[in-house]
Antibody, heavy 125, light 109 residues
Framework: EVQLVESGGGLVQPGGSLRLSCAASGFTFSGHWMHWVRQVPGKGLVWVSKIESDGSITTYADSVKGRFTISRDNAKNTLCLQMNSLRAEDTAVYYC??????????????????WGQGTMVTVSS | EIVLTQSPGTLSLSPGERATLSCRASQSVSSNYLTWYQQKPGQAPRLLIYGASSRATGIPDRFSGTGSGTDFSLTISRLEPEDFAVYYCQQYGSSSSWTFGQGTKVEVK
């Protein structure tokens, strides 16, 4: 079964740090870009960060650039998000997400096709 | 940054009715990277449509997507009870970032 399982969420004070992990199973982890997406409860989805298959290229939303670091260990099938200098506005459910390519007739699309169950991060004093 | 605006915010319909959801982009979007997701309360989003019009694995054919350029739509031909949920469109842009629309809630009338 294809599965993503996040862990590491919790309550942290403003200015603090937290490290999220995502354990992947049931597919070739090293063959996929991976993302973190967050969602304030009751609100919409916000893309946070991406890491390419071999970990060589990472991208961040402006709101987290310089504070968050995405990484992966393909040998351990694990994705991580190191979150530093946390702010109240970082409070959200954080989803680990697989990105898959769909190619047909020379045209390729991509989409977020597998999502974890999410882990809640609360930044509050 | 490309902004996606979904309308309406809430759609109140009865089972068996047709639902049409709109997603408008602030500038042209590649159809290859326009995607639709469904999210039910307490659950993670689920991929419905990729490449603007291709159904993901296991998605019933009552779901269809169309559009190009700046205007895209998701249609549910006949609403089933399990289709009442929030729907998001998403695009991938040239700046290597992804954006979501704010969502459309399809609720029981």
């Amino acid at each position: 079964e294809v599965q993503l399982v996040e862990s590491g969420g919790g309550l942290v004070q403003p200015g603090g740090s937290l490290r999220l992990s995502c354990a992947a199973s049931g597919f070739t982890f090293s063959g996929h870009w991976m993302h973190w997406v967050r969602q304030v409860p009751g609100k919409g989805l916000v893309w946070v960060s991406k890491i390419e298959s071999d970990g060589s290229i990472t991208t961040y939303a402006d709101s987290v650039k310089g504070r968050f670091t995405i990484s992966r260990d393909n040998a351990k099938n694990t994705l991580c998000l190191q979150m530093n200098s946390l702010r109240a506005e970082d409070t959200a459910v954080y989803y680990c997400v697989r990105d898959s390519q769909y190619c047909y007739g020379g045209v390729c699309s991509s989409a977020f096709d597998v999502w974890g169950q999410g882990t809640m991060v609360t930044v509050s004093s | 940054e490309i902004v996606l605006t979904q309308s309406p915010g809430t759609l109140s319909l009865s089972p068996g009715e047709r639902a049409t959801l709109s997603c408008r982009a602030s500038q042209s979007v590649s159809s290859n990277y326009l995607t639709w997701y469904q999210q039910k309360p307490g659950q993670a989003p689920r991929l419905l449509i990729y490449g603007a019009s291709s159904r993901a694995t296991g998605i019933p054919d009552r779901f269809s997507g169309t559009g190009s350029g700046t205007d895209f739509s998701l249609t549910i031909s006949r609403l089933e009870p399990e289709d009442f949920a929030v729907y998001y469109c998403q695009q991938y842009g040239s700046s290597s970032s992804w954006t979501f629309g704010q969502g459309t809630k399809v609720e029981v009338k």
